[in-house]
């Protein structure tokens, strides 16, 4: 899991500034316990190589590509050479009287570099390996000792959560910004085909709807281009997804085409996923009735009073008697009674349907959006 992008740079600037400072606290322990040291000098020589090598760690964990396996490494193995080193560079007495040693907290620079690199495993395991590493070359395990070993683990799993959290943090943003730019992209696109392509469209079906041959068809073809136009540019080809709400509107204007028009509110129609899903294969059985016994132009009318929803599909085919949905039932044909009214009845709410003959029929189907 590597921290990359420009989150993580705050992090690894954090980590050179932690050894810089941890450094300068080595320095101050030299200049109060090096007169207890075995090997004063020496221990000088090893500053002198920690300091260095902080610099060559600041470089090289400052150019993302750089901050692979080889470098991370290579850091853990320059600190726990420098343990290994710290028992004879001290001497055992200096290590028995309780002193720290050499590298101090500076040791704790790998472990934040791995944290940083790859989370809370890495970072678990460079803790581990320096702590066992420094309670080794101590001989004796002090309290204090321990408890900096307990310490430096919880840093490797504290900092590699937070990295864990920068690097989600940027992955959403980097989202959010594609999100919305395709979206600005599309209401650019909108507002252009609406404006041109969407009003030609609509021109050409509108002036040719009543001729003949190819003409007629050529209008046609226009008329539900124009539906598939706007369907593309306001998002209505999005499948509603789990239980959260969904746009009436999105369900509805799939149906429409160039023979049904769909009006609806100008703001959303906001309904839970499956009572959507069912409204919308109800008004789709009205439509195919419409379309089967011949009814012409449909149109879809929607309206959000608030307590509930209801949806209107009136057409102007030749209509019905009343009592011919009785007749259907009986002779078991139940397309009205299960398809429409069945699914009205499943989520609380009525099916009105009125139609004479002449006239054309009218629909109303009306759900509550507090669910039984």
């Known amino acids: 899991m590597p921290a990359a992008g420009g989150f993580a740079v705050p992090l690894w600037r954090a980590v050179a500034v932690f ?48 901050r692979g396996w080889p470098l991370l490494l290579t850091d853990l193995g320059v600190v726990v050479a420098i343990l290994l080193a710290t028992p004879w560079v ?19 620079g790998p472990v934040l570099a791995w944290a940083v690199a790859g989370g809370r495993r890495r970072g678990t395991v460079a803790a581990l390996v320096l702590g066992a590493t420094d309670l080794s070359t101590r001989g004796v395990v002090t309290p204090s000792a321990f408890n900096g070993a307990i310490l430096m683990l919880l840093a490797g799993v504290v900092v590699g959560h937070v990295a864990r959290l920068t690097v989600t943090a940027g992955e959403r943003l980097h989202r959010a910004v594609e999100l919305e730019a395709a979206t600005r992209e599309r209401e650019r696109l909108a507002r252009d085909i609406h404006d041109s392509v969407l009003q030609v469209l609509a021109l050409v079906q509108r002036r040719g709807a009543h001729l003949d041959g190819e003409a007629g068809e050529l ?105 011919r949905l009785a007749e259907a039932a009986a002779q078991g044909r139940l397309g009205v009674a299960q398809a429409i009214r069945g699914r009205l009845t499943d989520l609380g709410g009525t099916a009105r349907i009125s139609s004479t003959p002449g006239t054309g029929t009218e629909v109303e189907l009306t759900v509550p959006r507090r669910q039984p």
């Open 90 to 108: 001290m001497g055992r007495p200096a290590l028995d009287a309780g002193l720290p040693t050499l590298p101090v907290a500076w040791l704790s």
């Open 219 to 323: 209008a046609r073809l226009a008329g539900e281009q124009e539906v598939a136009l706007r369907s593309l540019i306001s998002g209505a080809a999005a499948a509603p997804v789990g239980d959260a709400p969904v746009d009436l509107r999105t369900l509805l204007g799939r149906l429409a085409s160039a023979t049904v028009s769909l009006s609806a509110p100008a703001g959303p129609v906001p309904l839970p996923a499956a009572v959507a899903r069912e409204l919308a294969a109800a008004v789709a059985a009205a439509l195919d009735n419409v379309a089967r016994h011949g009814g012409g132009r449909a149109w879809m009318l929607v309206e959000d009073e608030g307590s509930g929803v209801t949806v209107s599909i009136r057409d102007e085919g030749p209509g019905f008697p009343p009592e």
């Open 19 to 66: 050894r810089v400072a941890s450094l300068a606290y080595v320095c101050v322990v030299l200049i109060r316990d090096g007169d207890r040291y075995a090997h004063p000098l020496a221990a000088g020589a090893l500053v002198l190589v920690m300091a260095v090598w902080t610099g060559v760690t600041a470089i090289g964990y400052a150019v993302p590509a750089r």
